[in-house]
């Protein structure tokens, strides 16, 4: 019987050899680079060019990033990329396989030296990308990247090809391709940067540029009103058209992605328009025209160049109005910055040429609320919503929206895992997923141990964001709110759910100071980095909010202290880059809020999760929601219950759902039964930004409350879907009214019973 054997690349006593084989793009030299640190790192030797080589590499012609890894019968490693890309994947795989992770520059995670390296030569692995393009936005990056490289990395050239090139060397290590660049007032365009281009070319990375930013042009760093006059293609077409026009003859022979369409300056409306009719016959004439441009100076072929229109705000109505967008065009639809997408891809829109698109936010500067300090949006709602984006035939371009992605690690991580494969993260895996990833950071006991502390991390940060602690709001009228900002004043908490946080958030500090001890010593930054430092720092934040002057003041300076090492960690490789308080709003100041009183709760709390029966197609998944399980309903779907009313009389039905929006222009309703009553529909549609929805999106939860009647005995509530979007969190039934309370008060027993292992 033949037994498989071990293909040996490393033994621990001369150099891996490799060959490259005929020729290959510049990131391939790249990748090979970082390739060969790596193993450097892990054997202690760095690799070598051989003819008798155990590593074989080749790039292939194909069109898409995809790699396959085997073994040939040389008895060689063969790395075969479908393109250039696909090959520095396959290598950086390589990487992986050999303990490396991605994050070994931007999380100081020091990979552990190794004696051995082999590879079983039955093993065939095999990519091919879900998503053609996947990448990140650099936005907002005023408290934190751009801080860094200016003062810290690259002082000489601001955000440009040093900084840039740690970013990309990132993107490739998640197999990424694509970047919108960094665009705020006080960076420069990124192609007005020496060096930046060139860089971005030889790493393989196409540049974009977000909804309001067409044909790779900054508007706010790169429009001059003294040299061109208005920003206004109506009255000053000609001056608009030689600015677009510049940035495509730079850029010609690079590989692209260009956004077409038109806003003002800065994620304004477009000037010189007005009337309904206006808006619409004003950014055809602009696609039209944008159109023949790429035609002109960039490439002929104008239908096989990449391009992205974004429907984005006002630009929706404009679309629905009649805008015709060129069929080869992908239509991206975005999230209503808080991680909810608003639309997708109809049936029709489904069979464009183009595909779909999705811009998606793990940071926002805004209202009601900016989040611009920790990363804490729940993996469970990064995976609901994506995955409907792919199903929705949404598979062209996915972009997230990062102030910093060595904060946004694992989310960031996550969002581009399932855009490389939509089959690696299934709604019962995201546990999975998060504490495969804690074990290649830190080790697998310490990765192991700390799994289900993270996971009560999210599920903390999801009842409430540490951003969102003082319940305060930031964009509001001005002539009532100085600088539109409200104080921190009364909060939303009761004492008992204030001091359950409190108990909730030491506990966990605890096990992340037991896990700190199983770490390797060298692992110590990237510990503080990536756990210590948003652990601890959201746990202050909390007691800052809710208790004493004294005690709150000491947590106000505890989190100047936590700040202050982590832009200390690795020497000082990180000056500048954590901000305690982004834009410094109130929030963030040495305040304290007044609490609700206790009112003791003697009804009846229920997660979605917990139900007695569902139909076919409902689904749990795992940390969303308050629950942490959160329950999806398909249209039609239903979830049922069973409870115990202890005595008779009016009551009110709290139903959590959570706050989704219409992926089309319908509806968003659900009903409500009781035994054999009659349904009660309620609907969860709200218009943008309206009370009801910043209340939801602060809340991660949209409340709607029902009155009811029961009588003493057992009962069954009923709850079923009629539009699609549907996912149910929590319920609850009180039998007193107007009772004010934050946390439905469900015992959660997820962390409880491993917290003090």
């Not at 073994?71 to 992986?96: F, M, P």
């Not at 007193?736 to 917290?755: C, G, H, Q, T």
Request: with cysteine.
């Amino acid at each position: 019987m033949y037994v498989a054997a071990d293909i040996v690349w490393f033994d621990g006593t001369k150099p891996i050899s490799y060959q490259v084989v005929g020729k290959t793009d510049p990131v391939v030299k790249i990748a090979l680079q970082m390739w060969s640190d790596d193993m450097e790192q892990v054997t202690g030797m760095r690799p070598v060019s051989s003819q008798k080589a155990s590593i074989r590499i080749i790039q292939g012609k194909g069109s898409d990033d995809g790699f396959k890894l085997s073994v040939n019968k040389q008895g060689q490693i063969v790395v075969e990329g479908h393109n250039g890309r696909g090959t520095a994947y396959g290598l950086l795989e390589l990487s992986r396989m050999a303990g490396v992770s991605p994050w070994v520059w931007w999380g100081d995670v020091v990979p552990e030296k190794r004696a051995r390296l082999v590879f079983d030569e039955t093993t065939q692995i095999e990519h091919t990308p879900s998503v053609a393009y996947r990448g990140i936005f650099i936005n907002d990056e005023d408290w934190s990247l751009r801080r860094w490289s200016t003062k810290h990395f690259e002082p000489a050239a601001p955000m440009g090809p040093k900084t840039y090139k740690a970013i990309f060397q990132l993107l490739l290590r998640l197999r990424a391709n694509a970047i919108w660049p960094a665009m705020h007032e006080g960076t420069p365009g990124f192609f007005t940067v020496k060096g930046n281009k060139e860089m971005a070319d030889s790493c393989g990375i196409l540049i974009g540029t977000s909804h309001c930013e067409p044909l790779l042009r900054n508007n706010v760093a790169e429009w001059d009103h003294q040299q061109r006059g208005a920003y206004n293609y109506i009255t000053n077409r000609q001056q608009v058209q030689q600015y677009w026009m510049e940035r495509l003859q730079q850029v010609k022979g690079s590989e692209e992605l260009f956004t077409i369409g038109m806003r003002g300056i800065h994620d304004g409306s477009m000037e010189g328009v007005k009337t309904k009719q206006e808006k619409l016959e004003g950014l055809q004439q602009v696609i039209d025209d944008q159109r023949e441009l790429i035609r002109k100076y960039y490439r002929r072929d104008v239908e096989n160049v990449p391009q992205v229109f974004i429907p984005y705000k006002e630009v929706l109505e404009i679309y629905e109005s009649g805008l015709r967008v060129p069929d080869d065009v992908t239509l991206m639809w975005c999230d209503d910055n808080y991680g909810y997408m608003t639309r997708l891809s109809d049936a029709e829109q489904q069979q464009r040429q183009g595909g779909g698109g999705v811009y998606y936010h793990l940071s926002y500067w805004g209202r009601p609320h900016d989040y611009l300090w920790l990363t804490t949006t729940q993996p469970g709602l990064i995976y609901s919503e994506m995955k409907a984006a792919y199903d929705h035939n949404c598979k062209k371009l996915w972009i997230v929206n990062v102030h910093d992605p060595k904060v946004a690690a694992y989310d960031l991580e996550f969002f581009l895992d399932m855009a490389w494969d939509i089959n690696t993260i299934q709604p019962l895996t995201i546990n999975q997923h998060l504490e495969r990833w804690l074990c290649t950071q830190f080790g697998d006991e310490a990765g192991k141990k700390l799994a289900p502390a993270m996971r009560e991390f999210y599920r903390l940060c999801a009842i409430r964001k540490p951003e969102f602690m003082g319940w305060t709001q930031v964009e509001l009228d001005k002539k009532i709110y100085p600088g539109g900002k409200s104080r921190v004043t009364d909060i939303g908490l009761t004492r008992q759910e204030a001091a359950e946080r409190l108990e909730a958030f030491g506990r966990l500090k605890a096990i992340v100071d037991k896990c700190r001890m199983l770490v390797r010593p060298e692992l110590s930054d990237a510990y503080e980095a990536h756990i210590a430092y948003p652990v601890y720092a959201a746990a202050a934040m909390t007691r800052k909010i809710v208790s004493d002057s004294a005690t709150s003041h000491l947590a106000y300076e505890e989190i100047a202290t936590l700040t202050h090492r982590y832009n200390a960690l690795a020497n000082g490789k990180w000056m500048g880059l954590m901000d305690a308080a982004p834009r410094q709003l109130p929030v963030f100041e040495d305040v304290r809020g007044r609490l609700y009183d206790d009112e003791p709760f003697n009804g009846i709390a229920h997660n979605a999760c917990d139900y007695k029966k569902a139909s076919d197609g409902c689904q749990p998944i795992q940390m969303l929601g308050h629950s942490m399980n959160a329950v999806a309903i398909p249209r039609s779907g239903e979830l049922v219950y069973e409870f115990e009313a202890q005595r008779e009389g009016e009551a009110t039905l709290y139903t959590a759902m959570i706050p989704t929006q219409p992926h089309d222009k319908g509806d968003l309703r659900y009903s409500i039964q009781i035994d054999n009553g009659e349904p009660v529909v309620i609907s969860l549609k709200e218009k943008f930004r309206s009370e009801f929805w910043k209340v939801s999106v602060l809340r991660g939860q949209a409340l709607k409350q029902t009155p009811v009647k029961l009588s003493k005995g057992s009962h069954t509530l009923k709850v079923k879907a009629l539009d699609d979007h549907i996912i149910m969190d929590q319920w609850m039934l009180d039998f007193k009214k107007d009772r004010k309370f934050y946390v439905i008060p469900v015992k959660n027993s997820l962390f409880e019973s491993v917290a003090l292992q």
